[in-house]
């Protein structure tokens, strides 16, 4: 039964990391965050955890307890990984390409007001929001 | 949301020539829906976005992201830029 249970779970790594560098995707990029929760991949995983953990209580014996080891960080660092985008909060931006950037009126950073109103000609800027303060 | 004392310091530190504006109450983040309520060290922050606007004042490309560790890349700002020369197409 372990060796279903580690089949499982470090197939799926090896699935999981295939379709990385397959994709050309860098890792951590938004759009593996964006991307659907792979429920097929996290599901297997998960039963491979379960499995492992039944083959232990069955037989507490050192071999169970290292491949269980192994595949602990690799449980928690797949479903944290595919998950993670659950946890943030709805952000969906108020603003849809072609409507007009909302007024306002601001200090820059020599304190003076820097303001324009919405659909007020300007010339063309990017506005890029930041974390701030590094 | 830094205020700007900590902008000028940014500014003078990494010698941009660009503006930078504060929203130290996050007015504009709330019009646009994008402040990331305690999103660093239970401060509010905004969450990564960049909105080109063009010369009648309206969006034309707009990236956003979840957190704080992933930006808007150059090559797709500059994408983004070239494709200001081409007018904005009806919707």
Not at chain 1, 46 to 71: Q, T
Not at chain 1, 92 to 109: H, K, M, R, W
Not at chain 2, 5 to 13: G, K
Not at chain 2, 16 to 27: I, M, R, V, Y
Request: negative net charge; glycine residues 8%; contains cysteine.
């Amino acid at each position: 039964m372990i060796w279903i249970s580690s089949l499982l779970v470090f197939g799926c790594l090896a699935w999981c990391v295939a379709g990385l560098s397959s994709s050309g995707v860098p890792f951590g990029h938004e759009q593996l965050i964006h991307a659907r929760i792979p429920w097929l991949l996290l599901g297997l995983v998960w039963s491979g955890a379960g499995l492992g953990l039944a083959a232990l209580a069955r037989k507490r014996k050192l071999s169970n307890w290292l491949i269980l080891g192994l595949e602990a960080p690799v449980v928690g660092f797949l479903s944290f990984y595919f998950l993670q985008g659950s946890f943030l909060p709805d952000h969906t931006i108020a603003l849809e390409v072609g409507q007009s950037f909302p007024s306002y009126a601001l200090l820059d950073q020599d304190e003076t007001i820097q303001g324009l109103d919405a659909g007020e000609p300007r010339e063309p800027a990017l506005y890029i929001f930041y974390r701030g303060d590094w | 949301m830094d205020p700007p004392e900590t902008s000028r310091r940014l500014r003078d530190h990494i010698k941009a020539s660009f503006t930078f504006l504060s929203d130290p109450d996050g007015k504009l983040l709330d019009v646009l829906n994008i402040r990331h309520r305690e999103g660093r060290e239970g401060l509010d922050i905004a969450f990564p976005t960049a909105i080109l606007v063009d010369n009648a004042g309206r969006a034309r490309w707009i990236y956003q992201s979840d957190t704080y560790r992933q930006r808007a890349r150059p090559e797709s700002i500059f994408a983004a830029i070239h494709s200001l020369k081409h007018p904005l197409e009806a919707n």
